[in-house]
């Protein structure tokens, strides 16, 4: 950063473009670079004419800019929207490029285009009558099985487009039909999708290794290896060609249709058909573009935020406006709908930009290029597009989701899965259905009152001129989490007040709830505010997780209980601290072991009895010792108990009253 600007925030106003131009038309063109190929698989995929993505882009990055605050997002298509689009352009008839473009397509098109522009002024009114508070009442597991299965719908359809054969179907079935679609691949092909996916995996390996790669995306280095393949395997013109006794056909069906001559984008701009709104089909579309796109946007806009230097704060109301007005005018032109784009929009943070302008700059490096040169835009094969979609398929449905949700806790994994297999077997919304339903049904089965689900149950009370607090009462869970929000702001952020939150009476504070709060710490924090959550250590978390649901109840621990002889007393206890333990109880006491029974020895006065509180873990390890360091050299008892206690905080490193309600022998 400029040190003239070090103390700086950067806005998106007249003099912040004069002030950072520099650093926005830089990462603004390294965007555009991410996004170009981008940009033009995700229309392919989703049944539109490759153009229709680079429409959405250049029409967001332009309006969006001058209507949401929202500095450092990108707004245009995304891989998250795919699956809705090509599910409504295939309830209409269409099937995309599967079988080239034929008048069935077109009409599709037309009829989705219809469906994007009611959606949009849906997502307009919504924005305009606040209700980009949406996307804070959605599970945070369930939404995150949602984008799982995105991922694994993308890699499975692409996959046969990346190895040059046609496949269609349900994921399901095409999943099936994986082992066929190897056998059937056309070699060149395979071999410009194979590369491309190598490409698309192997470059982060290697901008780790050597830093100054990181600049070049791995997209546009996918560009510039396939393009020259393509060139080399002559796909501009038709003619087969024979390999191990098969023949096989290439040709411009495995190029990207764009324009043949500069300026030639004009002509590819297409209207809605709004008689297809008059079909009840057309609605379920209308309303999964409506519900999906927004949640999915508000969610990437709050996640950059946390990722903005500045910790500028996007108004999320403005922001789906925004968002609601670059889908209309992108429908009513041919375009795909569009979000904000949290890869891109990350790019954006890690190319330095500063204000919004960036986004206009990449639109405007967008319009150029396919407005002079759509010719060599053409020259992209479509197995190279497929293969970055498998990989951002794969980035979506990572191994390392299911591992990071398993840790903050087994429901929210249940959650998590049964969203992502409802998902392929069914669609988006019943699948996110089915992840909600499953966690009210966790909710209840954890003691949540009914009553409680919907409305949150909160007192208010005045603490100081400056401090209120907010007791909560049965529960604070995603479902009543929009209300009990409101509150929040209102007294916090609204009145400028500092405030503190007591969930010490709740009976369930979810695993949503819990990462929201820790999102309100932070922008009270970015307002010179203080807020507090007090009440936790009285519930049990439901995992060793800082953002695990916490329930009222007891926690389960291990106690465990030594007897020694008195002479190694202090070494055991000293060590039983160092591995973990928050504190111990020693009596001496008197006794004999069967040895000494068995040789007629006197009762040994010299013992001492040691018991320990402790969780799983630091018990796992005590013992350890004991079988190690101990018991070889000296005659020692030990035993273990399971022991429910008040208060699961006091036993672990931190010093405090240990409490034991219930104990049950092993």
């Not at 796109?293 to 996007?314: C, H, M, Q, Y």
């Amino acid at each position: 950063m400029n040190n003239s600007h070090a103390q700086e925030v950067p806005r998106g106003n007249r003099q912040g473009f004069m002030t950072y131009w520099k650093s926005d038309v830089l990462s603004g063109f390294l965007v555009f670079l991410i996004a170009l190929p981008l940009c033009l698989g995700i229309s392919v995929v989703s049944g539109f004419p490759p153009i229709a993505g680079i429409f959405t882009a250049i029409i967001g990055a332009i309006t969006t800019t001058f209507i949401s605050n929202s500095e450092l997002t990108i707004k245009g298509p995304a891989a998250g929207l795919i699956v809705i689009a090509i599910g409504c352009i295939e309830d209409f008839g269409g099937n995309g490029m599967t079988n080239g473009w034929t008048d069935a397509d077109l009409t599709a098109y037309r009829a989705a285009l219809a469906v994007g522009a009611a959606s949009a002024v849906i997502q307009i009114l919504f924005g305009l009558f606040r209700g980009g508070i949406l996307g804070e009442f959605f599970p945070i597991s369930a939404v995150h099985g949602m984008l799982a299965a995105i991922g694994v719908i993308i890699i499975i359809k692409q996959f046969p487009v990346a190895l040059g054969v046609s496949g269609s179907g349900e994921p399901l079935e095409m999943l099936r039909e994986f082992p066929n679609y190897v056998l059937e691949a056309n070699p060149a092909i395979a071999a410009i999708g194979v590369t491309s996916l190598l490409i698309m995996f192997l470059w982060p390996i290697a901008g780790k290794k050597m830093g100054f790669l990181k600049k070049i995306p791995s997209p546009m280095i996918v560009l510039l290896v396939t393009v020259p393949m393509g060139m080399a395997f002559d796909l501009l013109h038709e003619h087969s060609y024979t390999l191990q006794g098969h023949q096989y056909q290439l040709g411009e069906q495995y190029l990207v249709k764009m324009p043949d001559r500069v300026f030639g984008m004009f002509n590819d701009i297409t209207t809605p058909e709004f008689s297809a709104l008059s079909q009840l089909k057309a609605w379920k579309w209308v309303i999964m573009f409506f519900i999906i796109g927004s949640l999915e946007s508000v969610l990437s806009a709050k996640a950059i935020d946390v990722l903005d230097p500045w910790k500028r704060k996007t108004d999320m109301n403005r922001d789906v406006t925004a968002v609601g007005i670059g889908n209309l005018l992108a429908a009513l032109v041919g375009g795909l709908p569009m979000i904000s784009e949290i890869v891109r929009s990350k790019a954006n943070i890690d190319n330095g930009a500063r204000t919004r302008f960036a986004d206009l700059w990449h639109g405007v490096f967008l319009l150029a290029c396919v407005a002079l040169i759509p010719m060599v835009l053409h020259r992209i094969p479509l197995a190279a597009l497929a293969a970055m979609l498998v990989y951002t398929g794969y980035r979506l449905a990572h191994p390392t989701e299911f591992v990071q949700v398993y840790r903050i806790g087994k429901e929210q994994l249940a959650i998590f899965t049964t969203t992502l297999l409802v998902v392929l077997a069914t669609d988006l919304l019943v699948g996110v259905a089915a992840g909600i339903v499953l966690k009210l049904i966790i909710h209840l089965a954890n003691g949540v009152p009914i009553r409680s689900l919907f409305k949150p149950y909160i007192e208010v009370q005045e603490i100081d001129d400056q401090t209120s607090l907010i007791l909560a009462r049965e529960s604070a869970v995603f479902s009543n989490w929009i209300p009990f929000k409101r509150q929040i702001e209102e007294i916090g952020l609204v009145q400028r007040r500092n405030l503190i939150v007591d969930v010490s009476e709740t009976k369930l504070v979810d695993h949503s709830v819990m990462e929201k709060l820790h999102e309100i710490e932070r922008d009270f924090t970015n307002e010179g505010l203080k807020f507090e959550v007090h009440g936790l250590d009285s519930l049990q978390p439901l995992a060793d997780n800082a953002h695990a649901a916490r329930k009222r109840g007891l926690a389960v621990m291990r106690r465990l209980t030594v007897v020694a002889e008195s002479d190694i007393e202090e070494w055991l206890e000293s060590q039983f601290v160092s591995l973990g333990a928050t504190g111990f109880t020693s009596l001496t006491c008197r006794g004999i072991g069967r040895r000494g029974i068995a040789d007629g020895a006197a009762i040994s006065e010299s013992r001492v009895r040691i018991e320990v509180i402790m969780t799983s873990e630091t018990c796992e390890s005590i013992l350890d010792f004991l079988r190690k360091d101990v018991l070889p050299k000296h005659p020692v008892t030990a035993c273990v108990e399971t022991v429910d206690v008040i208060r699961r905080d006091q036993f672990d490193p931190v010093n405090g009253s240990h409490i034991v309600e219930h104990s049950t022998s092993l």
